[in-house]
T-cell receptor
Framework: ETGVTQTPRHLVMGMTNKKSLKCEQH?????MYWYKQSAKKPLELMFV???????ENNSVPSRFSPECPNSSHLFLHLHTLQPEDSALYLC?????????????FGQGTRLTVV | EDQVTQSPEALRLQEGESSSLNCSYT??????LFWYRQDPGKGPEFLFT???AGEEKEKERLKATLTKKESFLHITAPKPEDSATYLC????????????FGKGTRLSVIA
């Protein structure tokens, strides 16, 4: 266990559905991230939250909507997704979000859009 | 643009056959290099952080080294349980942004 828990582990959703991914960290970190991992591609950063404020949004389509209600919880709200959005979605946390801090990852949510 | 390139893309070793994985980067003013291990369908697991050229870190059969242009992950006498994808990452040079990852090296160790 890394101290970062993601639910659900697997999700199948239709293109018209609305669903949410949840991430919780028990490490006392103050920065949290969403990454997308597709086959044969590097991890892609989607969003960064530091002290519950969004500090980076890497041109992610609006059908992905993050929410960080407190420093321990992070959500990714999904609506009207496309099949190409099928991927492993990873949450991570770190102590601070500067360059010298390692990130710890959750186990991921395997998302399939049908 | 920051670049992190890992090679080889895939590596197949016999149990006990030592080898090295490479991570080269083009980011200027390196401020840390991170190695992760990822098992299929799971999140990356943090292994090492290296901060300066010449630095080395070890964990069991793994040893990570760093030069000014690249890092190596040496695997000594690997076992089948070392099979995984190994990811390398560096912080982006564009401000205090998080890690830029390479595509990884998929290692298979055959008994």
């Amino acid at each position: 266990e890394t101290g970062v828990t993601q639910t659900p582990r697997h999700l199948v959703m239709g293109m018209t559905n609305k669903k949410s991914l949840k991430c919780e960290q028990h490490l006392g970190h103050n920065a949290m991230y969403w990454y997308k991992q597709s086959a044969k591609k590097p991890l892609e950063l989607m969003f960064v939250y530091s002290l519950e404020e969004r500090v980076e949004n890497n041109s992610v389509p609006s059908r992905f909507s993050p929410e960080c209600p407190n420093s321990s919880h992070l959500f990714l709200h999904l609506h009207t997704l496309q099949p190409e959005d099928s991927a492993l979605y990873l949450c991570a946390s770190s102590q601070g979000w500067g360059y010298n801090t390692e990130a710890f990852f959750g186990q991921g949510t395997r998302l399939t859009v049908v | 643009e920051d670049q992190v390139t890992q090679s080889p893309e895939a590596l197949r070793l016999q149990e006990g056959e030592s080898s090295s994985l490479n991570c080269s980067y083009t980011v200027s003013g390196l401020r840390g290099l991170f190695w992760y291990r990822q098992d299929p369908g799971k999140g990356p697991e943090f292994l090492f952080t290296l901060y300066s050229a010449g630095e080395e870190k070890e964990k069991e059969r793994l040893k990570a080294t760093l030069t000014k242009k690249e890092s190596f992950l040496h695997i000594t006498a690997p076992k089948p349980e070392d099979s995984a994808t190994y990811l390398c990452a560096v912080p982006s040079h564009s401000g205090n942004t998080p890690l830029v990852f390479g595509k990884g090296t998929r290692l298979s160790v055959i008994a």
